[in-house]
Structure formats: C-alpha cells, structure tokens
C-alpha cells in the first residue's frame, strides 16, 4: 500500500528538533513520508525527512514552482504543515494549490509583514477599539527623514524595527532626545527589506496568546528594560486575573482573524494595560512560538501539541483538552557578564555551568532537592561571536535552558531572575582561560 505523504513547508534552523519530532509522530502514528521543502538544504535537513526539495518560499513563484516538483504525488500528499514566517504566506499558497487543508494563505501575508498586519488593524480600527484594543500610529520609513518627521509626530517616543525579522533583531526603543542619526544607523541593515516606525505601546506588561486550533493558552513574557526591550523568558502559566485573561484572548483572537488562522498554530505576542482592560498587538504569528514555548505547554500541561498537531493535518486530532497546570515552567535566555568573544568551546570539557546555576538557584532560594529541574539546555551558535552584556537582540545570548518548578515555595518568575545571575557567576568559573575574556571592539 502507497504510504500517505506529510509536507512540511520550511522551518528554523533552530527548530530542527521540532521538525524531527513531528517526523517521527507522523512516521509512527500515521505511517507517513515526510518531505521538507526548504532552501539550501544541508545533510542535516536530509537526516530529518524522507525526502528534501529545493525550494526559497521567498521566490514570487514559489507555490507554482512548488505545485510543479510536487504534482506527480498530489494524490499521496495527505497533510501539510507550514512552520516558517518566511514561507507562512507562499507555503499556504502552496497547500491550497495541492488541495491540501490549510489555513488560508491571502491573509497570511499580515502573519510575515508587521507593515501588512498594522494596515490590517488599520481597516478595522474603530471594530478594535470598541474592543479595547489599541492600534498604533505606524508608518513606513526609507530615510533620515521620514524617521525625523515620524518623531516630530511622537513626541513622547515610539518603536523602530524591520517589517519582517524574528528574534527582536534591529528593533530600537527611541525616547525624546535620542539621536535619530545613531537610531538610523541601527536599522540601516534592514532597510531593503522594509523598516516601519510605530506609535510606542504605554503598557509595561507582555504576553503570548498560544495555541493550536481552537485550543489556547497564555504565556507570560520576561522583557529586558531600556534601549532594547529583548526577552530573556519566557514563563508558563501565566500570572493573570480573569479579566486580564480575557482581555489578552479577545485581542490574540482578533489577530488571528485579522491574519486567517483558523485550524494551525498561532502565537500572538500583546501587551497589556496596568488595568488589565485594554491590550495592543505587538505582532502575531502563524507558528508555533519559539523559545521552546510548546515545550513548556508539554512540562505545565501533559499535552504534546508537536502530535496534535500532525494529527490535526491528518483529520484525525481527538476533542479538545482541559489545560490544567499541574506545575510551572520557564525558558530563559542566558548572556555573557561582561561585553567578550566567546563560543561553547571556551567552556572547560566536562563543566556544565547551566547544571551549577540551577542548583545554585536552588540553593539561594531555599528549594528542596527535585523541586527545581533543568529539563533542556542548548548553546545559541558553535561558533565564535562577539556578545554584549546588554543584549541588544536575541544574537546577543550564548545559551538558553528550561526548567520547570514543582511545590509552593517560590515563584517561577523569581526563579529566572536568580537562573540568570547565578548564570553568569557559574559560565565565568567553566572558562577555560582569561583569554576568552576580552572584550569586544
């Protein structure tokens, strides 16, 4: 019997384990092939499906080109799954060439381009804002001046960033009196690719709406403060009251509309009011999120949705679950203490610093042994980089690493601050030599 086929559209380098994951769920439960369609591919990309294509989702003619290589096997090709921001759009496109259920791919375009979600809310302004939700002042910017003329017009200070880049890259906070000229030069490397300015958001607190379907949850956002508002965490469950939560999930479903998710995975990141009654889109996501937010779902709530999801493609995921927390969970990004060039080689062979830090943390926080656990660590690059101790994006990380907290005695978001400091004290210790101290010019 000819086995079906499930076509995995692009990924993260990043998330390669995630793709192996929903490999094997689809191997084993659905007796599937698994072909990976991606750009460039590598022997690493060849070791995680059946069969690999070729093929940039950024070409115009992507879906065409794509519905061509696939065609012979249109029949086989029973289930889709698209997990990139760069293919969110054409690799929908691509499904719907080859009759395959997925969400639709026109709106998509508002889930890969800030720029096209912002003229989204834009359409349907005043619905949101009877919804209490606000919608920033933005525009489009390709010079000095149209960046100068924007912060005539705001004042009090607003938002510079790349209409379509992940992991917070190139995205600079300006207050009144910052020099535009140095703001410009920041974004200047992502000019070709579209820069927007917007109206800054005056809520302190972040959140994702995250889930799959109709199946939801929030995720709780650990920010940096100042010039560069990065993350450093990412925390599960959320700490929030009911009429907070139902704020963040009246906004993280009308970006969801805005964007045509319906049936797939979505990870909307808001901000929220001190009052809780009012929130603002600071972009969504037709993906799951990164920073092994599924991960923490599987830890807090028993559900795999890497399986569901697979199962969903193929028609046959089971009724929605009852999300009940049964611990916490946080992931948390992990930096250097001092600005330095540094690489995972640096670290003495046979230390384990995220192993020390965590039981350090431990320790200072008067945790019994087993009610804090290291459920996953992993270096950010192999190579060599030079790495600032603000962290101005998330290149700026050497590591990050999970754990999960069992028992009352502490909360989880005291946990991430204590991981970090300990953190930097125990990688210092693992160095191999004073050389791989210096620092970055």
Not at 87 to 115: I, N, T, W
Not at 281 to 286: A, I, K, M, S
Not at 371 to 390: G, I, K, P, Q, Y
Not at 412 to 421: D, E, K, N, P, S
């Amino acid at each position: 019997m000819t086995r079906p086929i499930l076509l995995i559209v692009d990924y993260n380098l990043s998330r390669i384990d995630e793709v192996r994951h929903l490999r094997d769920h689809a191997r084993d439960h659905h007796g599937a092939t698994v072909i990976l369609v991606r750009a460039d591919p590598t022997e690493a990309d060849r070791s995680i499906a059946d069969e690999v294509i070729d093929l940039d989702p950024l070409r115009d003619d992507f879906a065409e080109m794509g519905e061509k290589l696939l065609g012979d096997r249109r029949e086989r090709i029973r289930a889709g799954i698209v997990f990139s921001d760069n293919a969110v759009h054409s690799g929908a496109e691509l499904l719907e060439r080859l009759g395959v259920p997925v969400d639709a791919s026109r709106p998509a375009q508002g889930a890969f381009s800030k720029y096209r979600y912002r003229l989204a809310e834009a359409r349907v302004a005043d619905l949101l804002r009877t919804q209490r939700i606000m919608v920033p002042a933005f525009a489009e910017i390709a010079s000095l001046d149209q960046l100068r003329g924007f912060a005539r017009d705001h004042p009090r200070g607003f938002v510079v960033k790349p209409t379509a880049e992940g992991n917070n890259r190139g995205v600079v906070v300006v207050r009144p009196g910052d020099d535009l000229t140095a703001v410009f030069a920041e974004v200047l490397p992502y000019l070709e690719g579209g820069v927007i300015c917007e109206e800054l958001i005056p809520y302190r607190r972040e959140y994702s709406f995250d889930g799959l379907g109709s199946l939801a949850f929030l995720t709780e956002k650990i920010s940096a403060l100042g010039r560069y508002p990065v993350e450093i965490a990412q925390v599960l469950p959320a700490r929030v009251a009911e009429h907070e939560r139902a704020t963040l999930e009246r906004a993280g479903r009308q970006a969801n509309l805005l964007v045509g998710q319906c049936d797939g995975p979505f990870h909307n990141e808001i901000k929220l009011s001190d009052d809780g009654l009012r929130a603002a889109v600071v972009e969504p996501n037709r993906r799951p999120g990164g920073m092994k937010i599924w991960s923490l779902a599987r830890w807090v709530y028993g559900i795999d949705l890497h399986h569901r999801w697979v199962d969903a493609a193929f028609g046959t995921a089971a009724g929605r679950p009852e999300l009940v927390p049964g611990c916490s969970a946080a992931t948390v990004l992990l930096g250097v203490a001092t600005d330095r060039s540094f690489r995972p080689g640096d670290v003495l062979s046979g230390a384990d610093p995220f192993a020390d830090a965590v039981q350090v943390t431990a320790e200072r926080l008067g945790l019994a042994e087993g009610e804090l656990t290291a459920t996953e660590f992993s270096w950010l690059s192999a190579e060599r980089r030079d790495l600032h101790a603000v962290a101005r994006d998330n290149a700026d990380f050497a590591a990050q690493g999970c754990v999960v907290l069992r028992g009352g005695r502490t909360d989880i978001r005291t946990v991430v601050h204590a991981l970090r400091q300990a953190w930097s004290d125990a990688l210092d210790r693992a160095l191999r030599s004073p050389a791989s101290l210096r620092k970055t010019r």
